[in-house]
């Protein structure tokens, strides 16, 4: 699955892409 995060998440934006990329292609953009 590809997962989008986009930007003002602040810190919880890295936790997430952090635990999610380990099963799941991220895209982070702002």
Do not use: E, P, Y
Request: no cysteine; net charge positive.
């Amino acid at each position: 699955m590809k997962v989008g995060i986009i930007g003002g998440t602040g810190g919880m934006g890295k936790g997430f892409a952090l635990r999610w990329a380990q099963n799941h292609d991220i895209i982070i953009g702002s």
